[in-house]
């Protein structure tokens, strides 16, 4: 269905926001009350001015005391004083509580981001959902930023309505004079019934036809997405530095250039245009319309009155003003509610995406904290597939490792390599057999516990434009000369002697001017030394060398097997060279554990797996090395 189109009821409006209100005020405290304090300073100061106004009016056109004047000018002026310093001192409040807002409103997608399972965070419809969130508040700031927005104008638009009839009610009850005639009329109840009925039909006729319009508004939340991506995705790629040779190679930007160019979801030739020009438009010109018909018949009304004696000319200016400000406060409140219901589905969008449930088990004891680091972990026929997929990424995997052992893990593409480390870190649990930590399934240790003896270089490892030492760490305080080991015999020694502010050095030029880049070599032994420097009891390399030349990663994996010490170390590598070394291979192939054993073992088995793909990159280098 449709965004703007789905019926929503106000009860569903109400709950959803009501919700969203306590989220936000968990996250901002203080944001809403300073913000009621501020509206009411700011709805209520012009009626204030109107009153003083109109008593300096009717003093003027009546007995016209000096002394009375002086009391009212002074009144005005002090109020109107006082009223604007308040103001200001509480808009700049509200403005710095606004910009925590704008900030802090994000925790709360970032939040549920890292603490959802891992299934969930993979999963392209969590992705989807995300995008969507931050696609409609783009656009249109559809979403959580409605909340605020429109709390402001309802209590703005509730604070004008009781200023209003403050200043309104003795409209109604100051009589005309019984000598004025035929406008007597103005006296008769049936008369101040129809008048109400009349100025509330219209003052609620102009906000519900602005929602109208509105609802089309919203109603282009689809194409306004798909825009957006397409915008997203190709409008900045001429910026992005990582690019630019490709783009002078392949003149990638006609690429880009033929997608911008049919994009007409923001042009003269799209669906809100059209809209713009035809319905929307229609609706909203209406609405304009009504609120000037309103005006004509307060003025027509409070001039009467004026006329047959029933109040001064300084009270027309009063009831004038306060007529049209309750017409447009009660406006403002009804296109706030109108707002808020477009703004539903947007806000199902976002807990739909806030109440993805954790399925994963947590699990409750505690990692035994071993000194001797005696933690085995077998693989007890374990079969997986990804959440979706209909085929098996892992079938029937039985294997267990020493303690302190090296375990090389080889396979071609595809063959479950990396899947066999996820399911290792417990990013997913299998759907068949068990995964063992001395004897015990690992869904039954604290999540946080179990993951701790894990350090991990993924082969699509990230780092931080942050310093090095902090990247290295993981955190903004740490041990510099821990830091200095764990790059040293990681073998980035070398590059760290050359840089001028050392571990404070700040990686990339995201955040600082004289940030350094590194090479995608370098970053991989920042990445080795991060694993290191976590000193975790067993280290897994899935291929974090993939940028380094053969004996640049033969001499790192070599290295590595020196400084592992007492560490159960697993390494992935399709160059079958770097694990030579390894106490153990064991090789994948789709999904399976075809073959373990030693590498001399190994290659004895002619008509195996890892022999074929031994001798096919042992011929390779071979041949080179004939030419």
Request: hydrophobic letters at 40%.
């Amino acid at each position: 269905m449709e965004l703007g189109v789905e019926k929503t009821t106000l009860r569903d409006t109400w709950r959803i926001h009501l919700r969203a209100y306590r989220d936000v005020r968990a996250y901002c405290p203080g944001l809403f009350p300073a913000t009621v304090l501020f509206t009411a300073t700011k709805a209520l100061s012009p009626y204030v001015s109107i009153w003083l106004s109109a008593r300096i009016l009717d003093e003027l056109a009546s007995q016209r005391r000096p002394e009375a004047l002086w009391k009212w000018v002074a009144a005005a002026l002090t109020a109107g004083v006082l009223l604007t310093l308040a103001a200001g001192v509480l808009e700049h409040w509200v403005n710095a509580l606004y910009e925590r807002f704008t900030y802090r409103r994000y925790h709360l997608l970032a939040d549920k981001m890292l603490t959802m399972d891992f299934a969930d965070v993979d999963s392209t419809h969590t992705h989807d959902l995300r995008s969507q969130i931050y696609q409609s508040e783009s656009w249109a700031g559809w979403g959580i930023n409605q909340l605020y927005a429109q709390f402001q104008e309802m209590t703005r638009g509730l604070f004008g309505i009781l200023g209003a009839i403050a200043l309104t009610v003795s409209l109604f009850t100051q009589r005309v004079p019984e000598t004025a005639g035929n406008l007597t009329i103005l006296n008769h109840p049936m008369f101040f019934a129809a008048l109400a009925a009349l100025l509330g039909g219209i003052t609620f006729l102009s906000p519900i036809l602005r929602n109208k319009s509105k609802a089309y508004w919203a109603s282009c939340a689809e194409d306004a997405r798909l825009g957006n991506r397409i915008f997203g995705a190709f409008g900045f790629l001429s910026s992005d530095q990582s690019r630019a040779m490709d783009f002078r190679m392949y003149r990638q930007q006609e690429i880009c250039r033929s997608y911008l160019d049919r994009d007409e979801v923001f042009g003269v030739r799209g669906k809100m245009a059209r809209l713009a020009q035809g319905p929307m438009g229609l609706w909203a010109a209406a609405s304009c319309a009504v609120s000037v018909v309103l005006t004509g018949f307060v003025y027509v009304f409070v001039c009467l009155k004026a006329w047959a004696g029933a109040f001064g000319v300084g009270s027309v200016t009063q009831y004038v003003g306060a007529v049209t400000a309750l017409s447009g406060s009660i406006s403002i409140l009804v296109e706030a509610m109108g707002t808020l219901k477009a703004n539903v589905p947007f806000m199902r969008t976002l807990y739909e995406f806030l109440d993805i449930p954790n399925a994963m088990y947590q699990g409750s004891l505690t990692t035994e904290k071993r000194s001797d680091r005696n933690y085995q972990i077998e693989f007890r026929d374990v079969s997986f597939r990804y959440p979706g997929a209909e085929t098996w990424a892992l079938r029937h995997v039985n294997i267990k490792f020493r303690v302190g052992s090296r375990l090389a893990i080889v396979g071609e593409n595809g063959s479950g390599k990396t899947t066999f480390i996820k399911l290792l870190c417990r990013l997913y649990d299998p759907q068949e057999g068990e995964i063992l930590l001395n004897g015990i399934d690992i869904r039954k240790y604290n999540y946080r516990d179990y993951m701790g003896i894990f350090s991990v270089v993924f082969q699509d490892f990230q780092l931080l434009s942050q310093s090095l030492g902090s990247n290295v760490a993981g955190s903004a305080q740490y041990d510099p000369e821990r830091v200095k080991k764990a790059l040293m015999d990681a073998g980035f020694g070398e590059r760290l002697s050359t840089l001028e502010k050392g571990l404070d050095t700040v990686l990339y030029k995201d955040l600082r001017e004289d940030g350094v880049d590194i090479s995608g070599g370098e970053a991989q032994k920042i990445a080795i030394a991060r694993a290191l420097y976590k000193n975790a009891p067993f280290i897994i390399l899935d291929e974090p060398t993939a940028a380094l030349d053969p004996l640049a990663e033969a001499e790192i994996y070599s290295k590595f097997n020196e400084i592992s010490g007492d560490k159960t170390a697993i390494y992935i590598s399709h160059r079958l060279s770097s694990c030579v070394f390894c106490d153990e291979i064991a090789v994948f192939h789709q999904g399976r554990i075809i073959q373990q054993g030693t590498h001399e073992a190994l290659l004895t088995e002619t008509d195996g797996k890892y022999h074929t793909l031994w001798t096919a990159q042992a011929q390779y280098y071979t041949n080179r090395d004939k030419q």
